[in-house]
Each structure stands twice: as C-alpha cells, then as structure tokens.
C-alpha cells in the first residue's frame, strides 16, 4: 500500500529530475581543482563532498542505530582540510557516498521500517523526516559544487 511512497522516498536520495545529480556535479572534476576554493567562496568541492558524506552518515546512523552517539557542530560535519589527501580519499569518500545512499535506500524499502514512526532514541524526528532531510541537505550541497565549479570555470 506504501510502495508508491517507498519508491519515490528511495529516488529522491540520488534522483536528477530538476537537479544535478551528485555523480553529475562530481564528474570528470580534475584532480587539481577539488581543492580548490574560488575567490569569495567559502568551500572547496572537496570540503563539499565530503560534508555531503558525513552528514548523510550521521543521519543514516542516526535512524537506523540506537546507539547513536551525536556528533560535534561542525568538526564532525566538515573535513578538516580543504583538499583531499590523495586521489584515493577522494574515492573513498565518493565510494562512502554511494554505500550510505544504497544502505538508506535498503532501509526505506524495507517494508518492516516503518516511515512514520518516531526514531525511539530522537527527541521527536520522525523516519520519513530522516529521509527527506538526507536528500533535501545533499541537493542543497549539490547545488553549491554546481556553482563552485561555475566559478572556476569547470561547469558545462
């Protein structure tokens, strides 16, 4: 009876309907520029990237473990540097990515998770809302890589 709603919920994690997708915003990005922040701006695509991961880890563990531990604004939420270390952190990230993303997915499909049900060990949040802000936040932080990649003349 929910299929429809678990099925749009799942796309919305990576869909591309009236955005770039995060693959897209990623793709084809030299090496030299991921960290590099355009005059002004005030993070890099790395720095992007790798806040979309953290943050969409912390909300994932955050439904789905009730031993959740909150994590520290915004150390925890931020890279520590402005460019990855090496070619295989970036990966290594975009892969950490991807495996939150198929791991929400899974959960949402799950007909056993229930969407509407309060997450026990939250003050509140719903699972639905858990979702919805993993996809909302990492559009809103696709759209930023789009732009910072405009300015350094690497879009397009």
């Not at 009730?66 to 939420?77: A, F, H, L, N, V």
Request: negative net charge; proline residues 6%.
């Amino acid at each position: 009876m929910d299929e429809p709603l678990r099925q749009l919920l799942a796309k919305t994690l990576d869909w591309q309907e009236s955005h770039a997708r995060f693959d897209s915003a990623i793709a084809d990005l030299a090496p030299e520029l991921r960290g590099k922040r355009p005059e002004g701006a005030p993070h890099s695509v790395w720095e992007l990237v790798e806040h979309i991961r953290l943050a969409q880890r912390d909300i994932l563990d955050f439904t789905r473990d009730e031993s959740y531990q909150e994590r520290r604004w915004p150390d925890d939420y931020w890279p520590s540097s402005q460019a990855p270390s090496s070619s295989s952190a970036w990966d290594e990230s975009v892969a950490g990515y991807h495996a939150d993303v198929d791991a929400f997915k899974a959960l949402v499909m799950d007909p056993d998770f229930d969407l509407f049900a309060k997450v026990p060990w939250g003050s509140g949040q719903t699972n639905i809302r858990e979702v919805v802000l993993a996809a909302d936040h990492t559009a809103y932080h696709v759209g930023q890589i789009v732009l910072v990649r405009r300015l350094l003349g690497a879009w397009g």
